[in-house]
Every structure is written in structure tokens, then in C-alpha cells.
């Protein structure tokens, strides 16, 4: 009998979940329930003996259900399904995607650590790294886009805490500039400051690209996280977060998690599986939208630039980075208006069919102005070395007919 391998679009609809266990219902049911019940004290016994770490699990050993804080059927197959995109050995899901980015920098940065962090970032990100983060005693570094590797190792041996680098975060494409960088290069910057006893670890956000259009871990990446709120979610009526990495690191985020207790819940993470299931569909709808809303933007009078991966000039290592690291332009455009916030809100409020809303990913189309909104807690300092400025404008598209949101935008221009 031959065999074949399942792509993960078609996987979504089944992997990890059998009906047999569940009186045969072909969709997986909400497990609405703290705690479970052990056949015997035995198998009490065993399954925390595995949880807590006394010991190490048996070849064909594993941790059984126990209690809904540290694992659930509904968030056990929704980790498993998205380890498929990624083809992550392990994931974790939170209540947001701050509570997965904050549990892995809690967890692998202690006191006296640098932290180098790429820029632009979301603004919640940026808060949390730039003023939390130093409260605990955590050293904060930013990078950005325009500095070379020899630039960004110059930077760090400049800081005089080289010897103390644990970790970099970055956003590729960053939010909300679409700005991009070679994870291969910041790589070999971890390896660079690494050490027989201390390995620097990369993390990258890869909420803008979702899990179909960028796999962080073909580049070297050791953490993918994600706000899954957004694509993973998509129709923006849930909040959720996930963490997905090797072996080794994720049992320290799933301790941690088990201790914060920021843990999705069942109702949330069964609502990821009905997305799931779509996902493909709706990603690659919106980014076909997209493009065609990022040419007409690019040639439209009223604006000065376009920020979109689809219209990077062949030749520029932006270029070519986004060839290699990416498998599709995405969903995300934002742009330079001609004017000002005048102009920007102008445009905004004649829109009709778009809502002026934050997040991204869903399957209507959003815009807002970063600047007064998601980024009004950056450094200005910060947001004018960015380009986030009064005149730009971000937009998430969404599944509607591509004529009709070009439409939207066309008329709304029109009355600046």
C-alpha cells in the first residue's frame, strides 16, 4: 500500500484528534472541565512525576491529562496542528500573544542580561522590553534595518555587555513598516557572542507573515512566536498567543506557563481550530488582495510611498532577502499619505468599507495610524528613526472583493 504526506492545509481538519474518543463526533468538543480523573493513585503519581520533572518520561510514556491549567485535550491538538507549518517539535498556546512574548523573555533573560531587539516592533512588545524589563534588572539594546552585520556586532562589543547577550528578538517584517531583515545573519550574530556554556538564543516574531508565508526555523531561528489572535484567529473575535520551538526549550515556556497561568482556554483554543481549518484559504485570499491594492496605492497621486514586500526593487538586498526568507508578499501594506494627520484621519473616517480598528489578520480590512495609536507609546525618538510618522497610514487587508476594497480606498483619497 503506498503511502502519502498530507499537507498541512489538509491535516488541519484531523491531526491529533480522534473521534473515538469522543463518542465519535467528527469536530473536536469543547473540553469545558478543570480537572480530569486518574484510573489509579499510580497513574496520579506518574503523570506528575512527568510534569513537575522528577523524572524523565519512558520511551512510549506520555503526560497524561491532569488539570486544565497544565493541559487540556483542546490545547494539546491545537499545538500539535500548529507545529505542522512550522514543523516545530513543540508549541504552546497562551491567553494573548504579550503573555507568549513576556513568558519567553521572562524565562530564558534573569537579571544582569542584554537583550538585543530589532526595530520597528509592536508597540505593546516595545513597552514591555524598554520599560519593564530594565525594572527587573534586564539590559535592553535596539538595532534596526539599515545596520549591517559588522555594524550590529560593533554595537553590541560597544555596550560592554556582550559577555552578558542571552537573546535576540526581532519582528521580520516589522510591524508597521514592513521593514525586513536576514534572521540567516542575526544567526550568526547569536553564534558570534555564544559560548561553550551559554548559547544566544534567537527569537522572531511571525505574526505579520502568519504560518504559511514565513518558517522562521529554515533560517535558524530557535522561537517562533506568534500573536494568534490575528491570522491564526482571523476573524477577530478571540485573543491568543503561541510559542513554538525545539525540544529542549519549550518544556521551560510550558513550566512557566504552568506557574503564570497564562494558559489559553478550551472555548479559545477550539475557536483556533475552527480557524485553522480555513487558514490557507484566507491567507493566501489576502495576500492576492493585497497586491493588487499595493499597485494601486503605488501609482495614486496622493501618496508619497508604499510600504508592501511585493513592490521591493529586484536588486536591493530588502530584494533579496524577502525572496529567500519569504514564500509570499503577505497582507499588510502601510503608507505614506501626502500631508499629515489631517489628511491621514481625512482619509481614514471617509473609508466605508475598511473599519478604523488595531490588529490585523482578520477577515475584514483594517486601518489605522500607527503613530497615534498602536506606536503612541514608542520613544519618539524611536518612531522618527522608524519613518513612523503623522502621514502614515497601516492596512490590514481582508477576504472582501478586491475591487471593492480598491474602491474604498479610491473614494476615500478622493475626498483629502
Known sequence: MSTHKFSPESLMMSHGYNPELSEGAVKCPIFQTSTFEYKSAEEGKAFF?????????GPKEELGLIYSRINNPNLEILENRLCLWDKADDCAVFESGMSAISTVLLEFLKPGDLLVHGNPLYGGTDHFIEHFLPTIGIHTLSVHPDESYEDILDIIEASGKADKLAMIFLETPANPT??????????????????DDKEVLLTIDNTYMGPLWQHPFQFGADLIVYSATKYIGGHSDLIAGAVLGNSELMPRVKTLRTFLGNMLSPNTAWLLLRSLETLKVRMTQQTENAQQIAAFLAQHPSVEKVNYLGLLKEGTEAYTI?????????AMISFDIKGGEKEAFKFMNSLKLFKIAVSLGSTESLVQHPITMTHAGVDPVHRERMQITDKLIRLSIGVENAK?????????????
Request: net charge negative; with cysteine.
Open 178 to 195: 514592513n521593514a525586513i531583515v536576514d534572521i540567516e545573519s542575526y544567526k550568526q550574530i547569536c553564534k558570534h557572542f555564544s559560548t
Open 322 to 330: 524577502y525572496k529567500k526568507q519569504c514564500e509570499a508578499p503577505g
Open 49 to 57: 512525576e512527568i510534569a513537575y520533572g522528577l523524572r524523565e518520561k
Open 404 to 416: 471593492d476594497i480598491i474602491w474604498d480606498i479610491d473614494q476615500a483619497l478622493d475626498e483629502i
